[in-house]
C-alpha cells in the first residue's frame, strides 16, 4: 500500500485565515482525494484531485473555498480559505492504489477560534 | 446515488467473542465494498475488502460477506481484541475506475477486557 504523510498534522487557527494542507505519496499515483471528517462523523468527500488538471468539486463545495493544486503524481494540496469555526474537522487526503482500492493519509486536525 | 446504510451505530463486546456489522447499499451497479478501521487521532486504514464477484472473504480473525441480491454486506471480527476497540467504516462504489466511496455513518467498536 502507498504511504501517504500530511502536513501539518494538526493546527489551530483563527477565523477569516487560510491554511493549505499538503500531502505527499511515497508513489505516483493517479487519483488523489480530499475528504472531511467532522467530529464524530463519517467521511466526506470534497474534490478528486487530477494531476495536470482542475480538481472536480462534489456538491456543495467550491473552489473558491477549498483550492487545490496537483502538481505532479505525488503531491497535492488542499487550502481551507477564510476559515470560520464550522471548517473545524478533519482533513483527509487519500489515494488509489494499483488495484483500484483506496488509502487514507494520517489526517490534519484543524480547529478554527 | 449510491446510499449506505451501517448497523449498530455502537457495539460492545467482551474479549475473545465476535463482532458482526453490517451494511446495505442501494445502488445495484456497485461492485466494490471495503471496510476502514479508525483507530482514534489516526486515519482510516483499510482491513478488508471485496469486489462483486465474491461471496464471502477472510484475512486470519476478519471476514467480510457479500450478498448482492440482498445488497448487503457485513464484516466479521472474531476472538475479539481490545486492540479491535475502534470506529469500523463500510463503503461502496459503483462501477469503477473513476467512480468515488460512498461511506456509512461509522459503527464504534468496544472490546472490553
Known amino acids: 500500500s502507498a504511504v501517504i504523510s500530511q502536513k501539518p498534522s494538526r493546527d489551530i487557527c483563527q477565523r477569516g485565515t487560510s491554511l493549505t494542507i499538503q500531502c505527499q505519496v511515497d508513489s505516483q499515483v493517479t487519483m488523489m482525494f480530499w475528504y472531511r471528517q467532522q467530529p464524530g462523523q463519517s467521511l466526506t468527500l470534497i474534490a478528486t484531485?487530477?494531476?495536470?488538471?482542475?480538481?472536480?468539486?462534489e456538491s456543495g463545495f467550491v473552489i473558491d473555498k477549498f483550492p487545490i493544486s496537483r502538481p505532479n503524481l505525488t503531491f497535492s494540496t488542499l487550502t481551507v480559505s477564510n476559515m470560520s469555526p464550522e471548517d473545524s474537522s478533519i482533513y483527509l487526503c487519500?489515494?488509489?492504489?494499483?488495484?483500484?482500492?483506496?488509502?487514507f493519509g494520517p489526517g490534519t486536525r484543524l480547529t478554527v477560534l | 446515488g449510491e446510499n449506505v446504510e451501517q448497523h449498530p451505530s455502537t457495539l460492545s463486546v467482551q474479549e475473545g467473542d465476535s463482532a458482526v456489522i453490517k451494511c446495505t447499499y442501494s445502488?445495484?451497479?456497485?461492485?466494490?465494498f471495503p471496510w476502514y478501521k479508525q483507530e482514534l487521532g489516526k486515519g482510516p486504514q483499510l482491513i478488508i475488502d471485496?469486489?462483486?464477484?465474491?461471496g464471502e472473504k477472510k484475512d486470519q480473525r476478519i471476514a467480510v460477506t457479500l450478498n448482492k441480491t440482498a445488497k448487503h454486506f457485513s464484516l466479521h471480527i472474531t476472538e475479539t481484541q481490545p486492540e479491535d476497540s475502534a470506529v469500523y467504516f463500510c463503503?461502496?462504489?459503483?462501477?469503477?475506475?473513476?467512480?468515488?466511496?460512498?461511506f456509512g455513518k461509522g459503527t464504534m467498536l468496544l472490546v472490553s477486557p
Open positions: 484531485a487530477n494531476q495536470g488538471s482542475e480538481a472536480t468539486y
Open positions: 445502488d445495484s451497479a456497485s461492485n466494490y
Open positions: 471485496i469486489r462483486s464477484n465474491v
Open positions: 487519500s489515494v488509489a492504489g494499483k488495484a483500484d482500492e483506496q488509502f
Open positions: 463503503a461502496a462504489r459503483p462501477n469503477s475506475g473513476y467512480s468515488t466511496l460512498t
